[in-house]
Structure formats: structure tokens, C-alpha cells
């Protein structure tokens, strides 16, 4: 029943609750984020009802936001204080989004509670950003328009507008993306993609829709357009300085022969954006690059680039003649591109004609001699009269041409010269003027020329013998002599006499003076540097001379090269190269360095047949001698690995025209020994960890060291593995060294992984030993017992002798132990001595006292994990402690004695008693026996002692007698 009982109180009681509540009155109230808003609450109920208390409080929560007690109101921060208790309406700020929610107002009267309910509804309104991008895909050039309605609540409506209407779909792309947040708003983003070619307007509209908007938002952006741009081109000549030099090009009237025509050609782009790109086809075989200008628009504060664009090419004038030269204009709203052409023009030349004009005058002389075309003209002329000057008039269009004049197909001879279009020939006449003269004017492929026989009638001369001298110079690696025989008449034969197996280049020349005479020179190059002294002869032959006119000139022979060979050792990427050196210094010209291998008393290229790899060559300059005699150095190195070519001979091979036979330096390669393998484990007493090693040393090459441990693992992958080296002269050691805790690897196999440079793999293998210990023991004269499995012992130190030491002994198979002792009271330890690696001392160095050395020690012996120990019970003993103990001993051994004798004699003594009782016992018991039979008549065995019953009163007898005979 008391279940049943409770759920009905409760049912009762829910009754009564829902009597005194009202029903609950629900309004919709929206609100803006950072305005205020009013939640409304009024008392329904009758004006003059009795209200006690108004509250307001958020639905679902304790706490009160607004009360009002009557005359005490009170509202928390952001709540504004009600009008009165009938009238609970508030104005709430709204500074968050978390403020959307339910919120209850309650009015407290007699009746019960009176509710309203308000449910706030949070509105945020965006904020609106725009941005313009731009980017170019697949060579189109793109611009983006995002328009961003951040942070807003509920989420708005956001459309585009271009030129008053919506986009075209032909053109504009539009997307939307949102992002919503912890709290409730979002960000709405829309994007407006178009090309920017097929896009006419300059701005576009972005408008955001909202409920909090009275109006919608509308943005505008600043888009690029593009402008087709205005070709035209233009041509014209400039005349630039020939680049190869005066006299290459001619003028009429000999004032532009130092002058080029070049075709202008400008492309212009105007009112272009963006900018426009130019582009030339050019006539084949034309490879003159455009020069670019670009002039921006002289409105400074217009940022549109629609400036204009000039490109030129230079052509020369006559190069590709009737060929075209098109300007190519590309633009993002040109759908082909625009050209324009321009036809160079053509030219020709139609004649070239020679007209005799004074020398001393500047003015044409009447014709004396009109040569025209290809027509030959003769001048007959005596030596040593005046000189004579011809002009050069040529017919044709060509802006300009090139003239030159030439003299039986060579060059003019000296003193006769072509200057600004003249022929001159300078007097007075010589004989060496006679000859063919062509004169030529040229344009590119057009050419016109005319010819002129010139022929000097020599005079009689009288034979002059010559002058002969010889001039020695040096030239890089050449000594040039010269023979010369001057003011010669007729002209002299000049020739050489050279040493057999010698030979030079020779060049010959002959010149006609102004007075008629001969000039004659020969040039020998011999090389600068001979292996020997030899003697070279100038013979100069002249009809006034018997013999021919010798000059001997000597040439001693070169220095011979100084030739050093060194040898070291290098490393390079873990292998021993053997460095040879072979520095050579010499006169020019340079040497020749070649390295070969010797071996057996024969010459090889090397070992395997080949030639030996040259690593490395450095050449050097060395500023000695300065003058003519310039000393050269070079210096050759080669590497060669050691471990293929230890034992072996190097040759270096020196090659200079100062030796006959190459010079020859050899280089014995030394020897390497075997390279040496250590592995060993290392054992610490301090430490808790074992080392193992492993060295590898080596003269010829390094190696790679890893230990392998057990399961296939590797000592690098585990952590505490470290490599290091070491260099001492040409030898280097490597070394792997692992770090490891015994109780990891004991009893197994460490493994070394040696991997050289070069050679075949190796391994070493290192065991670790299975170690154990077994017990610990005290070797002083003691007592021991075990307690647990944990070894007691107790022993007694003297008082007041120094150097008191307790012997501890270790027993196992260790190589040595840690021996530690502590008090287990914690106080201070005597010393402990190594005696030897199994074996130490717990020492009492001062005079031993009860307060300082009596107490209980744990001694303990350990090696890594291995550990052993024994509790030790030291006690201290005086010397009249030790009399009394002795006396004390003495005394109870003696009174022990006498108890023995004594108890020995109570013992005999009694049982003799014992004997004469036992017969007295046993007439007692018969005359008590006849005693409990009770001889009393059967009136008497049924009275009774006053107080006791007769039966009970017979027990009691017996008892006592039995008590007695116990006794």
C-alpha cells in the first residue's frame, strides 16, 4: 500500500499546482543585432488582483534577468527597469546573436502564477564587401567579381546587375557559396565570372537583399574593358655612319662615303587597352630585331592603359629589295589580328664614268679622258712627270653605293689612293703605277665599273748596290728575322740558308721608292724555342755583287725545362687517393704533360691497358723573365685510388721542343698494409651500460660500420648507436660504437657489419657472457641466519679501536661489483673499500663507539641487474662489559652445576620417600576403604548434617581424600 499511496499524493498534489497555474500566453518579438528591442509582458488578470512578485527570466534557465518586488525592482546589465508590476515590459539590448531565444515572464499572484512567453528572434545584417580579380587561362584573360554579405543572419539574396539589367548568360557566370558559423550567422559569397573581351561596361552592380535592409544594398565595381586599337604605319630613310667604315659607301660629289642608308619602318598602335602586341615578319634572311617604345596617355589621372605603342625595324636600304615587311598587331578584342605591309622599294645603277680633273683643283678640267661603262681607256705617261687625278660619276637610283678601286686584281699600289671619289696618283710618275686599273660602285647585288690602262715609260738608271741589314724580334711563340736591302737598282734577290732539318715560313716583298729605287725585304719565322744552337744566313744577291751579301744570325738553344714530381694522400668520399703532382716550368712555349704507368721494366698505359684517366689539370702564369724570354709553368695532377694501384709506378712524361726525347719523372706508389679489424665490449663498473666497439683501420680506403643485433634489428634503428673518425697522417680509423644495458642483449651475439669503399663485405662477431651472482657473504667471524631469504648476520666490534673492518665477499661469475652500504636507520655509513673486483671492506676508520658504529646494515653487491644482499647486525662491546659477561658466565655455569646436583639429589631422595609412602598409602586405603562402606545403619545414612544432604556429604569425603593422596 505505500507505494500506491505516494502516487497518489503525487497525483494530488500535480492537481493542485495546475489549479494555481494560468495558461501561458506566447509572442513573436524580432530583433536587429546591436539595436534594442522590447519584450512586452502585461497583467491580464484583473487591475486590482494582488500581485506579489514580477520576474523575467530566459526559458529553461534559474536565473532572474528582471524582479520586481512590489517596491524593490532590480535588472540585470543590458535590461531596462519595467514600468510596474502589472506592467513588466522591458527594453533588452541585443549585442549578440546568443541572445536568440526564449524568454518567460512570470507574475506571482494569490491565484497561482500568471506566464507570458516571448521568443526573440536575432537578426544580423551583413556586411558587404566587394573585390575585383584577375587572372588569364588559356591565354584569355578572365576578371572575377566577388561580392561577400559577411556575418549575416538569416542568410540574404544577393543578384547582379550590369547596365540596368540583369547579365547576360552568354557572358557572365554567376556562383554562390556560404560559410556557416558556431553562432548562428554565415557568410554568403556570389562570384561574377567574364571574360574581359566580350564585356562592353566598365561597372557592375552588386545588390543584397535582406530583412534588415529597408532597401536593398547596391555595390558597385570598377571593371576593366578592353578598346581595340588604331594601326597605322609609316617608312622613311636615315642615314647612319657605315659600320665598316669609311670609304665602303660613296656619294655623288664624295661627301657620303662614309654614310648608310637604313629603312625606317614604325608600327604604331594607338588608343589600345590593354596594351597591344607587335609582332614583325620580316623578308627572309632578315634577322633585325624591333625596337619597342611605348608613350602612355597624357591624362595623368586616367589609369586606363590605352597609351600608344610604337615598334620600329631598321632594314638596310637596298638589302631586300621588293620584299615586304608586315607589322602584325594582335589585341583580346581584335578576332584576327591586324596587319599592315609595307614593299621595300627597288634600285639599280647604270653606269659608273672616269673624268680627269686636276690635282692641286677641286674643279673639273675640260675632258681629257671620258672612260664610260666597261669601255678600256689608255694613259701613256713618262716617268717622273706630274701626277694625275681621275673622278668617279655614277648613274643609277641607289641612295648610296660603295666605290673601290683596284690594281691589276690587288690592292693600289703606294702612292696612288682613292679618296671621297677621286682617283689620285701622286708624282711624279713611277713605274710601279703601271698597270690595270678597275674602278667598281656597288649596291648590294648591283655593280657598274670602268677600266684604266695606266703604263709609266721607265727612264735609264744607273745600278745602285743595296744597303742589307737584319732585324731580330720574338713574337709569342716565333723569333722573326728580317733581311731588308734598301735604295737598290735594279732590284736585289733576297734568299735564306737554313741548317738541315729546320724550317721556317718566309714572305717576300718588294717596294718602289719615290726616286725610283728598290726596296726589297724577306721574313723568316722560325719557332722561339730549338733543342739545339743553330745558324740561319740572309744571302742578298745584286748584279754589283761577286759572292751574294751573307748575314748570319745565331740561335742558341732553350733552357731546359725544370720538372718536379710530388706525391701525397687525399681523401675523397671515403677512399685514399694517391695525389701526383707534376709541376714543370719552362720557357715558352708551354709544355706537354702526359701521365702513363710502369710496371716490370716496360711502359704501360696502366695496368689495364688503357690510358690513365688525367683527374684534374691546373695551369698557372708565372711572372718571371717579363721580356721576350717568359717563363711558362704548368702543373698536372692525378688521383689514383690506392687500393688498385698501391706498389704500382707512375710515370710523368714531360714533352718540349728543348728536349729530343721526352723527360721522364716515376713516382713509386707506396704500399699499403692490410687494414686492421678490432671488436671488443667494453665493461663499466660505474655505469649501468655496456659498450660494444667495433674499429676499422685502413691506409687505402674507409668503410661503413652498423651493428646488427639479435632479431635482425639494427643498432642505428634502436637509437644509441654513434659512428665517429679518425685521421692520423694517411690513416683514418672509423669507429661504431653501441651504447646497450646488459640485461638487453645478455648471453646473445652482437654482430659488426663492415662494408668498405671497395672490398667485400665483413663480419665480426662479439658474444656477451651470461652473467650471475649468487650470494653475498661476510668473511668476519659471525653468526648467520636467513630471514626470508635474506642473510642475517651479527657480529661484535671492539670499543675504542680504529680501523675496524668488516670483510665482504661476492660469489659469482662477474668480473667485478659495486659494493654499497647504508645503516637502515638512515644515519651516517663508514667507509667502503674495493679490495679487489669481487671483494670489499666495510671500514671503521676512528675509534669505534656504540653510538657510532652499532646498529643494522644493509650491505649490497650489484653488476647491471645482478644483485645480491646481506643484512649485517653490528654490535659494540666494552672491555669490562666483556670481564662481566665472562664472570657472569662463570657464575651461572657454576650455579647451573649445583642446581643439576642438587635437583639430582631431591630426585634420589624423593623416590626413596616415594617408596615408604606408597606402603603407608596403602594401609590408609584399606582402612578408608572400610571407612566408605558407610557402617552407619539405615536410619543414620538417612539423617542428615544440619544444613547438608547425606549423599552430598559422602562425596565431599571423597573428594578430600583424593585431594590428600594428589598431595
Not at 512578485?53 to 532572474?64: A, H, I, L, N
Not at 718566309?506 to 722560325?526: F, I, R, Y
Not at 671515403?574 to 709544355?591: D, F, I, M, Q, W
Not at 646498529?855 to 662489559?881: D, K, M
Request: proline share 5%; hydrophobic share 35%; charged share 20%.
Amino acid at each position: 500500500m505505500g507505494p500506491l499511496a505516494l502516487m497518489a499524493a503525487g497525483f494530488l498534489l500535480s492537481q493542485a499546482l495546475s489549479s494555481d497555474m494560468h495558461d501561458v500566453e506566447e509572442r513573436n518579438v524580432t530583433a536587429t543585432l546591436g539595436e534594442d528591442v522590447y519584450l512586452p509582458c502585461l497583467y491580464t488578470g484583473n487591475p486590482n488582483d494582488t500581485v506579489f512578485t514580477g520576474t523575467w527570466r530566459r526559458s529553461g534557465s534559474q536565473k532572474k534577468l528582471v524582479v520586481h518586488y512590489g517596491m524593490k525592482v532590480r535588472a540585470t546589465h543590458g535590461f531596462s527597469l519595467p514600468a510596474s508590476i502589472h506592467n513588466l515590459t522591458v527594453r533588452m539590448q541585443v549585442r549578440t546573436v546568443e541572445a536568440e531565444g526564449s524568454y518567460t515572464c512570470e507574475f506571482n499572484t494569490l491565484d497561482g502564477f500568471v506566464m507570458h512567453q516571448v521568443s526573440l528572434t536575432v537578426l544580423v545584417q551583413p556586411e558587404v564587401t566587394i573585390q575585383v580579380m584577375e587572372e588569364i587561362e588559356n591565354n584569355t584573360h578572365y576578371q572575377t567579381v566577388s561580392c561577400l554579405a559577411a556575418n549575416t543572419k538569416p542568410a540574404p539574396e544577393i543578384s547582379w546587375e550590369v547596365n540596368g539589367g540583369a547579365p547576360s548568360e552568354a557572358v557572365f557566370a554567376a556562383q554562390t557559396q556560404s560559410t556557416r558559423h558556431g553562432n548562428g550567422t554565415l557568410d554568403l559569397t556570389s562570384t561574377l565570372r567574364f571574360p574581359t573581351r566580350l564585356n562592353d561596361e566598365s561597372a557592375v552592380v552588386c545588390v543584397v537583399e535582406h530583412p534588415t535592409l529597408a532597401e536593398p544594398r547596391r555595390t558597385t565595381a570598377l571593371v576593366q574593358t578592353f578598346v581595340a586599337p588604331d594601326v597605322t604605319m609609316e617608312t622613311g630613310l636615315m642615314v647612319v655612319p657605315a659600320a665598316v667604315g669609311p670609304g665602303e659607301y660613296g656619294g655623288r660629289g664624295g661627301r657620303r662615303g662614309e654614310m648608310r642608308a637604313m629603312r625606317v619602318v614604325n608600327c604604331t598602335a594607338t588608343g589600345g587597352r590593354p596594351q597591344a602586341q607587335i609582332a614583325w615578319i620580316l623578308p627572309e634572311g632578315e634577322n633585325t630585331l624591333p625596337s619597342e617604345t611605348m608613350t602612355t596617355s597624357d591624362d595623368d589621372d586616367d589609369d586606363d592603359d590605352d597609351g600608344t605603342l610604337v615598334s620600329s625595324v631598321m632594314i638596310p636600304e637596298g638589302q631586300h629589295e621588293g620584299g615586304n615587311v608586315t607589322c602584325v598587331v594582335s589585341h583580346p578584342k581584335l578576332t584576327n589580328s591586324a596587319t599592315r605591309t609595307f614593299t621595300l622599294p627597288t634600285y639599280y645603277l647604270s653606269s659608273v664614268r672616269l673624268f680627269s680633273v686636276s690635282v692641286n683643283a677641286s674643279t673639273r678640267e675640260d675632258v681629257a679622258v671620258d672612260i664610260e661603262d666597261s669601255a678600256v681607256e689608255s694613259v701613256f705617261v713618262e716617268e717622273g712627270e706630274a701626277g694625275m687625278a681621275f673622278s668617279m660619276e655614277v648613274q643609277g637610283t641607289a641612295p648610296t653605293y660603295r666605290t673601290e678601286c683596284t690594281k691589276d686584281g690587288s690592292s693600289l699600289p703606294d702612292g696612288v689612293e682613292l679618296v671621297n671619289g677621286v682617283l689620285s696618283f701622286r708624282g711624279p710618275a713611277a713605274v710601279r703605277y703601271t698597270g690595270l686599273y678597275e674602278c667598281n660602285a656597288s649596291f648590294y647585288k648591283h655593280i657598274t665599273s670602268a677600266h684604266l690602262n695606266v703604263t709609266v715609260n721607265p727612264g735609264i738608271r744607273t745600278p745602285v748596290a743595296p744597303s742589307v741589314a737584319v732585324k731580330t724580334w720574338t713574337e709569342l711563340d716565333s723569333v722573326i728575322i728580317k733581311c731588308v736591302a734598301t735604295d737598290a737598282v735594279p732590284a736585289p734577290n733576297i734568299s735564306w740558308s737554313l741548317p738541315p732539318g729546320l724550317t721556317g715560313e718566309m714572305v717576300q716583298k718588294t717596294s718602289l721608292s719615290p726616286n725610283g729605287s728598290v726596296c726589297a725585304s724577306s721574313t723568316l719565322s722560325l719557332p722561339t724555342c730549338l733543342s739545339e744552337e743553330h745558324t740561319v744566313s740572309c744571302l742578298v744577291g745584286h748584279q754589283l755583287f761577286e759572292d751574294p751579301e751573307r748575314r748570319e744570325i745565331v740561335l742558341p738553344a732553350c733552357a731546359r725545362p725544370n720538372i718536379t714530381v710530388q706525391s701525397s694522400t687525399v681523401w675523397h668520399g671515403g677512399l685514399a687517393l694517391a695525389k701526383l703532382e707534376c709541376r714543370v716550368e719552362s720557357v715558352r712555349p708551354r709544355a706537354a704533360i702526359s701521365w702513363h704507368m710502369e710496371e716490370k721494366g716496360k711502359d704501360h698505359t696502366d695496368a689495364g691497358g688503357g690510358a690513365v684517366e688525367e683527374l684534374q689539370g691546373v695551369e698557372e702564369d708565372l711572372a718571371e723573365g717579363g721580356g721576350e724570354q717568359g717563363v711558362e709553368v704548368l702543373m698536372e695532377v692525378v688521383q689514383l685510388p690506392l687500393v688498385e694501384y698501391q706498389g704500382k709506378s707512375v710515370v710523368c712524361a714531360v714533352r718540349h721542343p728543348s728536349l729530343l726525347e721526352p723527360e721522364r719523372r716515376a713516382v713509386q706508389l707506396q704500399a699499403t698494409a692490410p687494414p686492421e679489424i678490432h671488436v671488443l665490449l667494453k665493461e663499466s663498473h660505474n655505469s649501468s651500460v655496456l659498450r660494444a666497439v667495433c674499429e676499422y683501420s685502413s691506409e687505402a680506403e674507409n668503410a661503413s660500420l652498423a651493428w646488427l643485433l639479435p632479431g635482425n634489428r639494427t643498432a642505428a634503428a634502436v637509437g644509441v648507436a654513434s659512428t665517429s673518425y679518425a685521421m692520423e697522417g694517411s690513416k683514418v680509423t672509423t669507429s661504431a660504437v653501441y651504447e646497450f644495458t646488459l640485461a638487453a642483449h645478455e648471453g646473445s651475439d652482437l654482430t659488426c657489419l663492415i662494408r668498405p669503399t671497395r672490398g667485400p663485405e665483413q663480419r665480426r662477431v662479439v658474444p656477451v657472457p651470461q652473467y650471475y651472482i649468487s650470494s653475498m657473504k661476510v668473511m668476519n667471524d659471525t653468526t648467520c641466519e636467513r630471514r626470508e631469504g635474506i642473510a642475517v648476520c651479527r657480529l661484535a666490534l671492539q670499543e675504542h679501536l680504529t680501523y675496524q673492518t668488516i670483510l665482504l665477499q661476492v660469489s659469482g661469475n662477474v668480473p667485478g661489483s659495486q659494493i654499497t652500504c647504508s645503516r637502515t636507520d638512515g644515519s651516517a655509513v663508514p667507509v667502503v673499500r674495493e679490495i679487489s673486483p669481487l671483494t670489499g671492506a666495510l671500514v671503521f676508520p676512528g675509534a669505534v663507539t656504540s653510538s657510532m658504529a652499532a646498529g643494522q646494515y644493509l650491505c649490497r653487491a650489484s653488476f647491471h641487474h645482478h644483485t645480491a644482499s646481506v643484512y649485517i647486525q653490528v654490535e659494540v662491546a666494552s672491555e669490562e662489559a666483556q670481564h662481566l659477561a665472562f664472570v657472569s658466565i662463570c657464575f651461572s655455569s657454576a650455579v647451573a652445576i649445583s642446581v643439576l646436583l642438587v635437583i639430582a639429589l631431591c630426585v634420589f631422595c624423593k623416590r626413596h620417600s616415594s617408596e615408604k609412602k606408597r606402603r603407608k598409602k596403602r594401609e590408609s586405603i584399606a582402612t578408608l576403604t572400610s571407612l566408605m562402606h558407610d557402617p552407619r545403619s539405615p536410619e543414620l545414612k538417612k539423617a542428615a548434617l544440619p544444613g547438608v544432604k547425606s549423599q552430598q556429604y559422602a562425596e565431599l569425603v571423597s573428594i578430600v581424600l583424593i585431594e590428600k593422596t594428589n598431595v
